[in-house]
Protein backbone atom coordinates (compact mmCIF):
# COMPACT_ATOMS: atom_id res chain seq x y z
CA UNK A 1 0.00 0.00 0.00
CA UNK A 2 1.86 3.46 -0.75
CA UNK A 3 1.84 6.04 1.89
CA UNK A 4 -0.54 9.19 1.91
CA UNK A 5 0.63 12.79 2.59
CA UNK A 6 -1.08 14.84 4.87
CA UNK A 7 -1.16 18.90 3.46
CA UNK A 8 0.67 20.72 6.44
CA UNK A 9 -2.41 23.76 7.17
CA UNK A 10 0.20 26.06 7.39
CA UNK A 11 2.20 26.07 4.34
CA UNK A 12 -1.12 25.55 2.28
CA UNK A 13 -2.14 28.48 4.10
CA UNK A 14 0.78 30.73 2.62
CA UNK A 15 -0.16 29.03 -0.70
CA UNK A 16 -3.22 30.46 -0.82
CA UNK A 17 -2.41 33.56 0.60
CA UNK A 18 0.59 33.70 -2.72
CA UNK A 19 -2.16 32.76 -5.28
CA UNK A 20 -4.25 36.30 -4.76
CA UNK A 21 -1.29 38.15 -6.26
CA UNK A 22 0.67 35.02 -8.56
CA UNK A 23 -0.79 31.96 -10.26
CA UNK A 24 -0.39 29.04 -8.46
CA UNK A 25 -1.61 25.65 -9.96
CA UNK A 26 -1.33 22.50 -10.68
CA UNK A 27 1.43 21.10 -12.08
CA UNK A 28 -0.18 17.82 -12.69
CA UNK A 29 -3.01 15.99 -11.43
CA UNK A 30 -3.69 16.01 -7.72
CA UNK A 31 -4.67 12.99 -6.50
CA UNK A 32 -6.18 11.92 -2.91
CA UNK A 33 -3.82 8.79 -1.85
CA UNK A 34 -7.77 6.93 -2.19
CA UNK A 35 -7.33 7.91 -6.15
CA UNK A 36 -9.71 10.35 -6.10
CA UNK A 37 -8.66 13.27 -8.52
CA UNK A 38 -8.99 16.33 -6.26
CA UNK A 39 -7.52 19.09 -8.68
CA UNK A 40 -6.79 18.59 -12.47
CA UNK A 41 -3.68 19.55 -14.00
CA UNK A 42 -3.85 23.59 -14.40
CA UNK A 43 -6.01 24.34 -12.11
CA UNK A 44 -5.60 27.56 -9.83
CA UNK A 45 -4.35 26.61 -6.32
CA UNK A 46 -6.47 29.13 -3.90
CA UNK A 47 -9.05 29.83 -1.55
CA UNK A 48 -11.49 27.23 -3.39
CA UNK A 49 -9.16 24.51 -3.32
CA UNK A 50 -7.88 25.09 -0.06
CA UNK A 51 -10.59 22.66 2.01
CA UNK A 52 -10.44 19.84 -0.52
CA UNK A 53 -6.80 19.56 0.07
CA UNK A 54 -7.35 19.51 3.62
CA UNK A 55 -10.19 17.07 3.41
CA UNK A 56 -7.86 14.37 1.95
CA UNK A 57 -3.93 12.98 2.16
CA UNK A 58 -2.82 13.32 -1.19
CA UNK A 59 -0.72 10.70 -3.24
CA UNK A 60 2.24 12.87 -3.54
CA UNK A 61 3.97 15.77 -1.23
CA UNK A 62 2.08 18.93 -2.62
CA UNK A 63 5.16 20.39 -2.90
CA UNK A 64 5.52 17.97 -5.99
CA UNK A 65 2.79 18.46 -7.90
CA UNK A 66 2.16 22.76 -7.67
CA UNK A 67 3.78 25.53 -9.24
CA UNK A 68 4.06 29.11 -8.80
CA UNK A 69 4.05 30.60 -12.60
CA UNK A 70 6.19 33.16 -12.20
CA UNK A 71 8.33 32.59 -8.92
CA UNK A 72 11.69 33.89 -7.85
CA UNK A 73 13.63 32.50 -10.35
CA UNK A 74 12.32 34.88 -12.63
CA UNK A 75 12.86 37.89 -10.36
CA UNK A 76 16.64 38.38 -11.79
CA UNK A 77 18.20 37.40 -8.25
CA UNK A 78 21.43 38.77 -9.32
CA UNK A 79 19.79 41.95 -9.16
CA UNK A 80 19.17 41.27 -5.79
CA UNK A 81 22.35 39.96 -5.09
CA UNK A 82 23.62 43.48 -6.79
CA UNK A 83 22.09 45.17 -4.58
CA UNK A 84 22.68 43.60 -1.35
CA UNK A 85 26.41 43.93 -1.74
CA UNK A 86 25.78 47.23 -2.55
CA UNK A 87 24.22 49.02 0.19
CA UNK A 88 26.76 46.19 2.81
CA UNK A 89 30.08 46.65 2.76
CA UNK A 90 30.43 44.35 5.10
CA UNK A 91 28.94 42.02 2.67
CA UNK A 92 31.12 43.23 -0.31
CA UNK A 93 34.36 42.84 1.63
CA UNK A 94 33.27 39.08 2.98
CA UNK A 95 33.11 38.44 -0.80
CA UNK A 96 35.45 41.22 -2.48
CA UNK A 97 34.95 42.51 -5.44
CA UNK A 98 35.97 39.30 -8.01
CA UNK A 99 34.24 36.74 -6.27
CA UNK A 100 30.91 39.18 -5.84
CA UNK A 101 30.73 39.24 -9.74
CA UNK A 102 31.11 35.66 -9.88
CA UNK A 103 28.44 35.22 -7.29
CA UNK A 104 25.95 37.45 -8.68
CA UNK A 105 26.79 35.82 -12.67
CA UNK A 106 25.83 32.48 -10.90
CA UNK A 107 22.64 33.30 -9.07
CA UNK A 108 21.28 34.75 -12.62
CA UNK A 109 22.72 31.28 -14.14
CA UNK A 110 21.91 29.38 -10.71
CA UNK A 111 18.97 26.91 -12.26
CA UNK A 112 16.06 26.75 -10.40
CA UNK A 113 13.38 23.29 -10.74
CA UNK A 114 9.68 23.93 -10.86
CA UNK A 115 9.08 22.73 -7.17
CA UNK A 116 12.14 24.69 -5.49
CA UNK A 117 11.67 28.03 -6.91
CA UNK A 118 7.81 27.52 -6.08
CA UNK A 119 9.00 26.72 -2.45
CA UNK A 120 11.53 28.88 -2.44
CA UNK A 121 8.34 32.00 -3.84
CA UNK A 122 6.18 30.61 -1.01
CA UNK A 123 9.06 31.52 1.45
CA UNK A 124 9.98 35.05 0.07
CA UNK A 125 6.04 35.97 -0.34
CA UNK A 126 5.97 36.07 4.06
CA UNK A 127 7.45 39.52 3.49
CA UNK A 128 9.68 41.88 1.22
CA UNK A 129 12.82 40.80 3.43
CA UNK A 130 12.76 37.22 3.13
CA UNK A 131 14.67 36.95 -0.49
CA UNK A 132 17.41 39.29 0.74
CA UNK A 133 17.72 37.02 3.62
CA UNK A 134 18.34 33.64 1.89
CA UNK A 135 19.98 35.61 -0.72
CA UNK A 136 22.26 37.17 1.45
CA UNK A 137 22.82 34.03 2.97
CA UNK A 138 23.24 32.80 -0.36
CA UNK A 139 26.22 35.35 -0.98
CA UNK A 140 28.01 34.55 2.07
CA UNK A 141 27.85 31.22 2.07
CA UNK A 142 29.17 30.60 -1.13
CA UNK A 143 31.61 33.28 -0.63
CA UNK A 144 33.47 31.88 2.44
CA UNK A 145 33.13 28.74 1.16
CA UNK A 146 35.20 29.39 -2.02
CA UNK A 147 37.98 31.15 0.18
CA UNK A 148 38.61 28.27 2.36
CA UNK A 149 40.75 24.80 1.32
CA UNK A 150 38.40 21.89 0.76
CA UNK A 151 35.34 24.01 0.85
CA UNK A 152 31.69 22.72 -0.29
CA UNK A 153 30.85 23.41 -4.25
CA UNK A 154 29.47 27.18 -4.82
CA UNK A 155 26.57 26.06 -6.54
CA UNK A 156 25.55 24.12 -3.28
CA UNK A 157 26.49 26.40 -1.11
CA UNK A 158 24.00 29.42 -3.18
CA UNK A 159 21.31 26.56 -3.55
CA UNK A 160 21.72 25.83 0.34
CA UNK A 161 21.77 29.32 1.24
CA UNK A 162 18.89 30.24 -0.65
CA UNK A 163 16.85 27.56 0.85
CA UNK A 164 18.24 27.29 4.14
CA UNK A 165 14.58 28.81 6.00
CA UNK A 166 12.31 27.21 3.65
CA UNK A 167 10.81 25.01 6.88
CA UNK A 168 9.27 28.05 8.23
CA UNK A 169 6.71 27.98 5.89
CA UNK A 170 5.40 24.86 7.51
CA UNK A 171 4.86 26.51 10.97
CA UNK A 172 3.04 28.79 12.42
CA UNK A 173 3.23 32.69 11.22
CA UNK A 174 2.09 33.68 15.11
CA UNK A 175 5.10 32.42 16.43
CA UNK A 176 7.09 34.13 13.59
CA UNK A 177 6.69 37.56 14.88
CA UNK A 178 10.28 39.21 15.57
CA UNK A 179 10.63 39.94 19.21
CA UNK A 180 7.56 37.79 20.06
CA UNK A 181 8.07 36.52 23.92
CA UNK A 182 7.82 32.38 22.80
CA UNK A 183 6.79 29.69 25.19
CA UNK A 184 8.77 26.26 25.37
CA UNK A 185 6.37 24.79 23.00
CA UNK A 186 6.17 27.14 20.68
CA UNK A 187 10.05 27.95 20.78
CA UNK A 188 10.34 24.11 20.21
CA UNK A 189 8.55 24.45 16.94
CA UNK A 190 10.64 27.55 15.84
CA UNK A 191 13.72 25.15 16.47
CA UNK A 192 12.02 22.24 13.81
CA UNK A 193 11.99 24.52 11.16
CA UNK A 194 15.75 23.16 10.01
CA UNK A 195 14.40 19.28 10.84
CA UNK A 196 11.29 20.21 8.58
CA UNK A 197 12.96 22.48 5.78
CA UNK A 198 15.89 19.25 5.62
CA UNK A 199 12.95 16.24 5.58
CA UNK A 200 11.15 18.45 2.55
CA UNK A 201 14.13 19.30 0.40
CA UNK A 202 16.22 15.82 0.37
CA UNK A 203 13.48 13.83 -2.12
CA UNK A 204 12.63 17.25 -3.83
CA UNK A 205 13.86 17.27 -7.63
CA UNK A 206 17.03 20.54 -7.57
CA UNK A 207 17.36 20.07 -4.21
CA UNK A 208 18.99 16.10 -2.61
CA UNK A 209 20.59 15.18 0.09
CA UNK A 210 23.20 17.32 0.14
CA UNK A 211 21.39 20.55 0.29
CA UNK A 212 18.94 19.48 2.76
CA UNK A 213 22.01 18.50 5.28
CA UNK A 214 23.18 21.98 5.05
CA UNK A 215 20.19 22.89 5.62
CA UNK A 216 19.41 20.84 8.76
CA UNK A 217 22.82 22.28 10.20
CA UNK A 218 22.69 25.89 9.67
CA UNK A 219 21.88 26.52 13.38
CA UNK A 220 25.04 24.49 15.16
CA UNK A 221 27.73 25.38 15.96
CA UNK A 222 30.71 23.71 16.95
CA UNK A 223 31.20 23.57 20.73
CA UNK A 224 27.35 21.72 20.36
CA UNK A 225 25.25 24.40 21.70
CA UNK A 226 23.37 24.98 18.89
CA UNK A 227 20.31 22.97 17.22
CA UNK A 228 18.43 20.99 16.80
CA UNK A 229 21.07 18.38 16.92
CA UNK A 230 23.86 19.75 19.36
CA UNK A 231 26.12 18.69 17.26
CA UNK A 232 30.33 18.77 18.30
CA UNK A 233 32.90 19.62 16.29
CA UNK A 234 33.85 17.23 13.20
CA UNK A 235 30.49 15.73 13.67
CA UNK A 236 29.14 19.05 12.16
CA UNK A 237 29.76 18.72 8.44
CA UNK A 238 31.22 21.52 6.50
CA UNK A 239 28.30 22.78 4.26
CA UNK A 240 26.76 23.57 7.82
CA UNK A 241 29.66 25.13 9.44
CA UNK A 242 29.66 27.46 6.49
CA UNK A 243 26.08 28.23 6.41
CA UNK A 244 26.42 29.17 10.20
CA UNK A 245 28.00 31.77 10.24
CA UNK A 246 26.58 33.31 7.47
CA UNK A 247 23.24 33.31 9.71
CA UNK A 248 25.73 34.85 12.26
CA UNK A 249 27.25 37.61 9.87
CA UNK A 250 23.51 38.22 8.01
CA UNK A 251 21.65 38.78 11.21
CA UNK A 252 24.02 41.31 12.20
CA UNK A 253 23.66 43.17 8.86
CA UNK A 254 20.15 42.75 9.16
CA UNK A 255 20.09 44.65 12.44
CA UNK A 256 21.25 47.89 13.64
CA UNK A 257 24.56 49.59 12.37
CA UNK A 258 28.58 49.16 12.71
CA UNK A 259 28.19 45.89 11.11
CA UNK A 260 32.38 45.75 10.82
CA UNK A 261 32.79 46.42 14.21
CA UNK A 262 30.05 43.98 15.72
CA UNK A 263 31.23 41.22 13.97
CA UNK A 264 34.71 41.40 14.98
CA UNK A 265 33.54 41.57 18.46
CA UNK A 266 31.11 38.15 17.68
CA UNK A 267 33.67 36.04 16.00
CA UNK A 268 36.28 36.28 19.01
CA UNK A 269 33.54 36.80 22.00
CA UNK A 270 32.74 33.41 22.68
CA UNK A 271 35.71 30.40 21.05
CA UNK A 272 34.86 27.54 19.51
CA UNK A 273 31.93 28.20 18.13
CA UNK A 274 32.77 28.19 14.80
CA UNK A 275 35.39 27.26 11.95
CA UNK A 276 38.63 28.69 12.98
CA UNK A 277 39.43 29.41 8.88
CA UNK A 278 36.12 31.22 8.61
CA UNK A 279 36.41 32.69 11.52
CA UNK A 280 40.25 34.20 10.70
CA UNK A 281 38.19 35.12 7.00
CA UNK A 282 35.65 37.12 9.00
CA UNK A 283 38.22 38.71 11.35
CA UNK A 284 40.29 40.22 8.42
CA UNK A 285 37.00 41.25 6.35
CA UNK A 286 36.05 43.18 9.57
CA UNK A 287 39.13 44.79 10.00
CA UNK A 288 39.68 45.91 6.76
CA UNK A 289 36.36 47.68 6.49
CA UNK A 290 36.40 49.38 10.03
CA UNK A 291 39.58 50.66 9.82
CA UNK A 292 40.13 54.49 10.55
CA UNK A 293 36.51 55.14 10.47
CA UNK A 294 35.16 57.03 13.85
CA UNK A 295 32.17 56.08 16.34
CA UNK A 296 28.85 57.48 15.17
CA UNK A 297 25.73 57.99 16.73
CA UNK A 298 23.69 54.84 17.12
CA UNK A 299 21.15 54.96 19.72
CA UNK A 300 21.12 50.98 20.12
CA UNK A 301 24.67 50.88 20.16
CA UNK A 302 26.51 54.30 21.20
CA UNK A 303 24.46 54.12 24.65
CA UNK A 304 25.31 56.83 27.07
CA UNK A 305 27.07 56.32 30.07
CA UNK A 306 24.33 55.48 32.37
CA UNK A 307 22.51 52.81 29.73
CA UNK A 308 25.89 51.49 29.77
CA UNK A 309 26.31 51.16 33.40
CA UNK A 310 22.54 49.46 33.40
CA UNK A 311 23.78 46.54 30.68
CA UNK A 312 27.43 46.14 32.54
CA UNK A 313 24.99 45.49 35.78
CA UNK A 314 22.74 43.33 34.60
CA UNK A 315 25.34 41.08 32.83
CA UNK A 316 27.00 41.04 35.98
CA UNK A 317 24.33 40.07 37.83
CA UNK A 318 23.23 37.02 35.75
CA UNK A 319 26.80 35.80 35.93
CA UNK A 320 27.38 36.12 39.64
CA UNK A 321 23.98 34.06 40.42
CA UNK A 322 25.34 31.31 37.51
CA UNK A 323 28.98 31.41 39.92
CA UNK A 324 26.53 31.45 43.29
CA UNK A 325 24.89 27.97 42.10
CA UNK A 326 27.56 26.66 39.92
CA UNK A 327 28.60 23.79 42.43
CA UNK A 328 25.26 23.00 42.49
CA UNK A 329 24.77 22.35 39.19
CA UNK A 330 27.82 20.48 38.67
CA UNK A 331 27.17 18.42 41.82
CA UNK A 332 23.71 17.28 39.96
CA UNK A 333 26.09 15.88 37.02
CA UNK A 334 27.99 12.86 38.74
CA UNK A 335 24.17 10.75 39.41
CA UNK A 336 22.84 12.50 36.19
CA UNK A 337 20.79 10.49 32.79
CA UNK A 338 23.08 10.66 30.10
CA UNK A 339 20.78 13.42 28.05
CA UNK A 340 20.89 15.70 31.47
CA UNK A 341 24.59 15.34 32.33
CA UNK A 342 24.93 16.74 28.26
CA UNK A 343 22.64 19.54 28.65
CA UNK A 344 24.28 20.65 32.63
CA UNK A 345 27.95 20.18 31.01
CA UNK A 346 26.88 22.20 28.07
CA UNK A 347 25.30 24.99 29.93
CA UNK A 348 27.90 25.10 32.31
CA UNK A 349 30.47 25.24 29.98
CA UNK A 350 28.87 27.56 27.57
CA UNK A 351 28.61 30.17 30.92
CA UNK A 352 32.23 29.40 31.68
CA UNK A 353 32.92 31.10 28.66
CA UNK A 354 30.51 34.42 28.65
CA UNK A 355 32.24 34.95 32.07
CA UNK A 356 35.45 34.76 30.53
CA UNK A 357 34.90 37.07 27.81
CA UNK A 358 32.94 39.45 30.51
CA UNK A 359 36.28 39.41 32.81
CA UNK A 360 38.27 40.23 29.75
CA UNK A 361 36.59 43.42 29.57
CA UNK A 362 37.72 44.55 32.83
CA UNK A 363 33.97 45.70 33.65
CA UNK A 364 33.09 42.70 35.81
CA UNK A 365 32.68 45.75 38.77
CA UNK A 366 30.03 45.89 41.05
CA UNK A 367 30.57 49.10 42.06
CA UNK A 368 28.00 51.81 40.36
CA UNK A 369 29.53 54.84 41.56
CA UNK A 370 33.04 53.71 40.19
CA UNK A 371 31.81 51.96 37.09
CA UNK A 372 30.17 54.99 36.12
CA UNK A 373 33.62 56.79 36.37
CA UNK A 374 35.41 54.04 34.12
CA UNK A 375 32.83 54.67 31.58
CA UNK A 376 32.87 58.43 31.41
CA UNK A 377 36.57 58.35 30.97
CA UNK A 378 36.02 55.82 27.78
CA UNK A 379 36.52 58.14 24.47
CA UNK A 380 33.58 57.31 21.58
CA UNK A 381 35.19 54.71 19.44
CA UNK A 382 35.79 52.14 22.69
CA UNK A 383 32.39 53.15 24.05
CA UNK A 384 31.11 51.98 21.31
CA UNK A 385 33.38 48.72 21.31
CA UNK A 386 32.09 48.25 24.89
CA UNK A 387 28.42 48.52 23.86
CA UNK A 388 29.04 45.97 21.05
CA UNK A 389 30.54 43.39 23.86
CA UNK A 390 27.98 44.07 26.22
CA UNK A 391 24.98 43.80 23.30
CA UNK A 392 26.51 40.54 22.20
CA UNK A 393 27.05 39.09 25.86
CA UNK A 394 23.06 40.13 26.82
CA UNK A 395 22.21 38.03 23.45
CA UNK A 396 24.62 34.53 24.38
CA UNK A 397 23.11 34.97 28.10
CA UNK A 398 19.25 35.11 26.11
CA UNK A 399 20.44 32.21 23.85
CA UNK A 400 21.51 29.79 27.06
CA UNK A 401 18.36 30.43 28.44
CA UNK A 402 16.62 29.46 25.12
CA UNK A 403 18.74 26.42 24.52
CA UNK A 404 18.58 24.84 27.56
CA UNK A 405 15.10 25.46 27.56
CA UNK A 406 14.24 23.88 24.52
CA UNK A 407 16.71 20.88 25.57
CA UNK A 408 14.77 20.09 28.54
CA UNK A 409 11.91 19.73 26.73
CA UNK A 410 13.74 16.58 25.35
CA UNK A 411 14.28 15.09 28.38
CA UNK A 412 11.89 12.80 30.64
CA UNK A 413 9.76 14.63 33.57
CA UNK A 414 12.47 14.16 36.45
CA UNK A 415 15.23 15.39 34.60
CA UNK A 416 13.25 18.32 32.82
CA UNK A 417 11.74 19.12 36.19
CA UNK A 418 16.27 19.23 37.21
CA UNK A 419 16.59 21.60 35.02
CA UNK A 420 13.67 23.53 35.53
CA UNK A 421 14.71 24.36 39.12
CA UNK A 422 17.97 25.18 38.46
CA UNK A 423 17.04 27.60 35.82
CA UNK A 424 14.66 29.20 38.51
CA UNK A 425 17.36 29.75 41.08
CA UNK A 426 20.14 30.86 38.47
CA UNK A 427 17.22 33.11 36.76
CA UNK A 428 18.23 32.59 33.80
Same mark, same amino acid.
Given at each position: MNETVEVNHHYLDRVVALSEDSGVEASEDIMAGNGMKLLAKGARIDARAKQRLLEYKLSKPLESMMRVVEGVGSRKIDRVAEALLERHPLLSRLCGAATGKLLSTSLRDLILTSQVDSLLSVYAAQSPAKLEHAVGIALIGAAMANQISGGPPMDLMLLAGLLHDVGEVYIDPAI??????????????? *? @? %?????? /???? #?? +?????? &?????????????????????????????????????????????????????????????????????????? *? @? %?????? /???? #?? +?????? &???????????????????????????????????????????????????????????????????????AELDANVRLEVSIVLRELQWRLREVKREVTLRSAQLSPADAAVVQQLVEKTGA
Open positions: LTPGAKLTPQQWKHV *A @A %HPIVGA /RVLK #DM +PGAGIK &VASAVLHHHERLDGFGYPGGLRSDALPLPGQVLAMAEMLMGLMEGGNHHAERAAVAVKLIPGEFNRALLDKVAT *A @A %HAESKG /RPAH #DD +PVLAAS &VQELAERVTAVYGALQRFRQHRELIVSKIPAASAPLKSLLEHAVERCQRISLAFSSTGLDSHQPDALGAQL
